[in-house]
């Protein structure tokens, strides 16, 4: 597989967004928190059960660097967000269909003008949504086969959904002026 596989399905980006901002209404972005600046970034869409704080919960990492262990699975997340938009929800639905895949942690991402997230790797595919971007918001490719040190690619917000394989080193930079906004839906293992 490429690195970055646009997908014929498609949703209503204008809809998609209107979604977001509904959600946005009822829940604004969490404030930062100024150690790990992730909870500021992300709202959740799923969630496990009993979780203290739907909107934070399938933030950040499942790693637990101190205790050196997993502290969740993603197909633990399988709540959805009772403010999530109906559109959103029926989308997401079909996509696991044509994908024949279950999905687990589905969060909005943003990322704000002029920052990034440092070279890593996830333990499983990610699909993307565009909601809003820049032609500077940047996703890179930093697989030690290449010639280069990275290749990097823009994503569009053009209504497809694009499968990233996050399996491979990578990273994000946002070198524009205004937020990217992406739906970030990882693949349950």
Same mark, same amino acid.
């Given at each position: 597989?490429?690195?970055?596989?646009?997908?014929?399905?498609?949703?209503?980006?204008?809809?998609?967004?209107?979604?977001?901002?509904?959600?946005?209404?009822?829940?604004?972005?969490?404030?930062?928190?100024?150690?790990?600046?992730?909870?500021?970034?992300?709202?959740?869409?799923?969630?496990?059960?009993?979780?203290?704080?739907?909107?934070? &919960? $399938? #933030?950040?990492? *499942?790693?637990?660097?101190? /205790?050196?262990?997993?502290?969740?699975?993603?197909?633990? @997340?399988?709540?959805?967000?009772?403010?999530?938009?109906?559109?959103?929800?029926?989308?997401?639905?079909?996509?696991?269909?044509?994908?024949?895949?279950?999905?687990?942690?589905?969060?909005?991402?943003?990322?704000?003008?002029?920052?990034?997230?440092?070279?890593?790797?996830?333990?499983?595919?990610?699909?993307?949504?565009?909601?809003?971007?820049?032609?500077?918001?940047?996703?890179? &490719? $930093? #697989?030690?086969? *290449?010639?280069?040190?990275? /290749?990097?690619?823009?994503?569009?917000?053009?209504?497809? @959904?694009?499968?990233?394989?996050?399996?491979?080193?990578?990273?994000?930079?946002?070198?524009?002026?205004?937020?990217?906004?992406?739906?970030?839906?990882?693949?349950?293992?």
């Amino acid at each position: 597989m490429n690195f970055i596989q646009q997908l014929e399905y498609t949703a209503n980006l204008d809809q998609m967004k209107a979604d977001l901002d509904t959600l946005l209404a009822k829940t604004p972005w969490p404030s930062m928190d100024l150690v790990s600046q992730a909870p500021g970034n992300q709202i959740g869409v799923t969630y496990r059960i009993g979780a203290k704080n739907i909107i934070l &919960d $399938a #933030s950040g990492s *499942l790693y637990d660097k101190e /205790k050196k262990l997993f502290i969740a699975k993603e197909s633990d @997340f399988t709540e959805i967000n009772p403010n999530i938009g109906q559109y959103t929800k029926n989308i997401l639905a079909t996509l696991a269909e044509q994908e024949h895949t279950k999905f687990g942690r589905i969060r909005y991402m943003r990322l704000l003008p002029k920052t990034g997230l440092s070279i890593h790797a996830d333990l499983e595919m990610r699909y993307h949504f565009v909601l809003e971007t820049n032609r500077y918001a940047l996703f890179g &490719d $930093a #697989s030690p086969d *290449l010639d280069m040190a990275a /290749k990097c690619y823009h994503m569009p917000a053009d209504g497809h @959904f694009y499968k990233v394989d996050t399996t491979r080193e990578h990273f994000v930079f946002n070198g524009g002026w205004e937020p990217r906004i992406h739906l970030v839906i990882c693949e349950a293992n």
